[in-house]
């Protein structure tokens, strides 16, 4: 919401102003010069991008409308997991936690969790690494380095759709110069008309450079601003995970283990130590 929100202030700006100031809003109204720049960036976004970077983007877009997912509720259900995780280990052995690992559906421990069950991505991180730690001979520190790579590789993917909407926007200003050259070039070709007409397709042809701009940096732009801040919010979420994990694998408590994956929460999700504390023993 707060993405239609903000376009309506820009559009709303924008043009209020323009109004205000005296302008014909009917004269921004230029179809052709939208087609000609909508269509260069589309194109050039085609050329520029693979299968695989233009399906991404596309997927990733609707998610620009939603608000984020990673609160601070989200984050005590995923600490009060791995928490009783991280106990029912410490209790009864690795192996105890090996049927919640391989069907977290059918876990008693996961299905507590709804809000973390159906993230598949944080689900699959987390039973893929406690596999490894009931299954595998890996120690710590080679885990570590197997989680780096994984959240490296995660936040390399979620730049894809970033790098493409970065571009585009960067790409729109030149596309409404185009548009707006083309209008010159139809005014040059009517150089005998009157005044009056030649100044108003000067002002439609002008019209260009203005959408350009506009669609760019008040558009464009801040979509790719707003996917890196959310794709920063995901990569916190396996960090959290990561760092609970290597501290029970370290040999601390899991209150101690849950403590540090706290830690690492930006300021505006993390819950105090009593909160988290509540909410684990409520659980």
Same mark, same amino acid.
């Given at each position: 919401? @707060? ?68 609160? !601070? ?16 280990? /410490? ?10 690992? *391989? ?27 406690? /596999? ?9 520190? *080679? ?13 390399? *993917? ?16 030149? #596309? ?9 070039? !139809? ?18 042809? @002008? ?20 996917? *890196? ?32 994956? /706290? ?9 105090? #130590?009593?909160? @988290?504390? !509540?909410?684990? !023993?409520?659980?």
């Amino acid at each position: 919401m @707060l993405v239609i929100l903000g376009y309506l202030i820009v559009t709303g700006s924008v043009l209020g102003g323009f109004a205000l100031a005296g302008g014909h809003l009917a004269a921004l109204f230029q179809p052709l010069e939208l087609l000609m720049i909508g269509g260069a960036a589309v194109g050039a976004f085609v050329v520029g991008n693979n299968g695989k970077a233009i399906k991404a983007t596309l997927q990733t877009l609707p998610k620009t409308l939603s608000g984020s997912k990673y609160t !601070k509720v989200v984050y005590m259900d995923l600490m009060a997991l791995l928490y009783d995780i991280l106990a029912k280990v /410490r209790k009864e052995g690795l192996m105890a936690i090996e049927n919640d690992v *391989e069907n977290p559906k059918q876990s008693p421990l996961f299905s507590k969790y709804p809000r973390i069950l159906n993230d598949h991505h944080v689900t699959e991180f987390i039973t893929d690494y406690l /596999r490894l730690m009931v299954g595998g001979n890996l120690n710590a520190f *080679e885990i570590e380095n197997l989680m780096d790579n994984e959240i490296e590789t995660h936040h390399h *993917e979620g730049e894809i759709p970033i790098h493409a909407l970065s571009r585009l926007g960067d790409g729109m200003p030149a #596309f409404g110069i185009v548009a707006a050259v083309m209008g010159v070039i !139809k005014t040059m070709g009517s150089v005998g008309a009157p005044p009056a007409e030649l100044g108003l397709m000067i002002a439609h042809a @002008l019209v260009g450079t203005f959408l350009g701009i506009l669609l760019a940096y008040g558009f464009v732009t801040p979509l790719a601003t707003l996917l *890196e801040q959310k794709l920063g919010e995901s990569t916190k979420m396996f960090q959290c995970i990561k760092v609970t994990l290597l501290s029970s694998l370290n040999g601390y408590s899991p209150a101690l283990a849950v403590e540090f994956g /706290r830690k690492v929460l930006y300021s505006t999700e993390r819950p105090s #130590f009593s909160e @988290l504390e !509540k909410h684990v !023993k409520r659980k």
